[in-house]
């Protein structure tokens, strides 16, 4: 009579936390974008090549405190970055989500569909920060533009700064029923963006009031708070408590309003 044979020892191997193969898969299809991987990761960090490489763009003037245009647009190029991921790549791709039923189907798998939101957030402020730090070793070794003297608050404004874009971002997503109009709030809300961060026309340039008013959206704060950072000082209270309440309300209006289907 022959032996019983035993039972098949169990696998020592375990399957991929669902956590982990969404943000696999959202990183694998955030690559296969390559106009959100150029315009987030690349297209600030060009715009302070081509401007480095105009010789009246790194003279020293006057109105900008004694800058260069390329310092001055070094911060303004690091918040480029922020404002493209925020507004113009994660809300029609969180939107669309939405609107295919996608996240409304998840709820019914073990994979939860904050796991995607998550994933979403997170992928786009590490290519916002990635983009940030190309966009100062550009500055540094092509211009010659100084690294910021004080870190720490460049750093605490930095993670500000890119919560708060994503907050707005979430927000945009939480109000458009589709992606069509994701991306019309998108663009009227990212030329605005673009002026308080000072793409246009740097902050020291514009008149008192209109700098005023600047300071007081979140861009423009946070614009004045990396410049205040460069020079080696611990950013303005008020510009930090600026994105701090900007940060508190956006997140607290997205959370708030926010549809699964």
């Known amino acids: 009579m022959s032996a019983a044979t035993a039972p098949p020892a169990p696998s020592t191997t375990t399957a991929p936390r669902p956590g982990r193969a969404v943000l696999r898969a959202e990183l694998l299809l955030f690559f296969r974008e390559p106009g959100s991987v150029f315009w987030v990761m690349a297209f600030p960090t060009l715009l302070l090549v081509v401007l480095g490489l ?94 910021p003297t004080q870190l720490a608050g460049y750093l605490v404004t930095l993670l500000l700064a890119v919560v708060c874009l994503l907050a707005l971002g979430a927000l945009i997503s939480a109000l458009s029923p589709n992606v069509k109009i994701a991306q019309a709030v998108s663009l009227s809300v990212f030329f605005p963006a673009m002026l308080a961060a000072g793409v246009y026309m740097p902050i020291q340039q514009m008149p008192d009031l209109m700098a005023n008013i600047m300071e007081a959206l979140p861009f423009g704060a946070a614009a004045q708070a990396l410049n205040q950072a460069t020079a080696g000082d611990w950013p303005d209270w008020i510009h930090l408590g600026v994105l701090a309440l900007w940060t508190l309300v956006l997140s607290a209006a997205a959370t708030r309003w926010f549809r699964w289907e």
């Open 54 to 147: 105009i010789p009246s763009m790194t003279e020293s003037m006057d109105e900008l405190g004694g800058l260069s245009t390329v310092e001055a647009y070094v911060p303004v190029a690091v918040l480029l970055s922020m404002i493209m991921a925020g507004l113009m790549a994660m809300p029609p791709v969180i939107t669309g989500y939405r609107e295919r039923g996608i996240l409304r189907r998840m709820s019914t798998t073990p994979v939860l569909p904050t796991a995607v939101l998550g994933a979403q957030v997170g992928l786009h402020a590490v290519a916002s920060l990635i983009s940030a730090v190309a966009t100062l070793a550009v500055g540094r070794f092509v211009s010659d533009v100084a690294l």
